[in-house]
């Protein structure tokens, strides 16, 4: 069974910093990508990509975080974290861990459900000003 489970602090005033952690399990993909997704908690909002990491080490992250957030892998493969650094209330969300065989989608309709092989079932992590 294909597990990723997503873990770390979730909240912190404007200007912090928070890790998030992806463990996963249960899968064997030559290449693949594991990304970070987040989804406003207002209605309408879309699932965005946050960024990615390929498992040759090559990163992707969206305008919006360039800068101030870092994606990694742990010694284990299937781990990825997310080091997000001046967190701003716009950063808040639900923060969802995928992996894929192919390339992240950069914009979904909802986290979770498609455009990644698999998902974790994703954190809140709140920023408050």
């Known amino acids: 069974e294909v597990q990723l489970v997503e873990s770390g602090e979730t909240s912190v005033q404007a200007g912090g910093s928070l890790k998030l952690s992806c463990a996963g399990s249960g899968f064997a993909f030559d290449n693949y990508y594991m990304a970070w997704y987040r989804q406003a908690p207002a209605p309408g909002t879309n699932c965005d990509l946050v960024s990615t990491i390929k498992s040759d080490g090559t990163t992707y992250y969206s305008d919006l975080v360039k800068g101030r957030f870092t994606i990694s892998r742990g010694d284990a493969k299937n781990t990825v974290y997310l080091q997000m650094n001046n967190l701003k209330p716009d950063d808040t969300g639900v923060y969802y861990c995928?992996?894929?065989?192919?390339?992240?989608?950069?914009?979904?309709?909802?986290?979770?459900?498609?455009?990644?092989?698999?998902w974790g079932k994703g954190t809140l992590v709140t920023i408050s000003s």
């Open positions: 995928g992996v894929t065989r192919l390339s992240a989608i950069l914009s979904l309709g909802v986290c979770g459900s498609y455009g990644m092989d698999y």
